[in-house]
Nanobody
Framework: QVQLVESGGGLVQAGGSLRLSCTAS????????MGWYRQAPGKQRELVAS???????TYGDSVKGRTTISRDSAKTTVSLQMNNLKPEDTGVYYC???????????WGQGTQVTVSS
């Protein structure tokens, strides 16, 4: 079992920046992917960014160019830096941990991000 502890988020003005962090409580054997998803009211949950233990990074199309994801050397904490925030970035941001083999995944409880115009 892996618990994900999220920090950051809150209310930010458009054009501002924020940083989200997520720390996993345990290390399981095998490669894994940590990242962030978000869900706006009335919309499906979507990928913001993810990073594997091997360093492979994927960004969602809507945040490319203004978002950076990173992972600490212990591979237990992932950080998300978002710049030039827009009102459409508003939503609940969820930390995600996934191991493909054997398939295992965990979700954080979510943290609210609100971008005011």
């Amino acid at each position: 079992q892996v618990q994900l502890v999220e920090s950051g988020g809150g209310l930010v003005q458009a054009g501002g920046s924020l940083r989200l962090s997520c720390t996993a409580s345990a290390i399981l054997n095998g490669g894994n992917v940590m990242g962030w998803y978000r869900q706006a009211p009335g919309k499906q949950r979507e990928l913001v960014a993810s990073i594997s233990t091997g360093g492979r990074i994927t960004y969602g199309d809507s945040v490319k160019g203004r978002t950076t994801i990173s992972r600490d050397s212990a591979k237990t904490t992932v950080s998300l830096q978002m710049n030039n925030l827009k009102p459409e970035d508003t939503g609940v941001y969820y930390c995600h941990w996934m191991r493909p083999v054997p398939k295992t995944e965990f979700w954080g409880q979510g943290t609210q991000v609100t971008v005011s115009s």
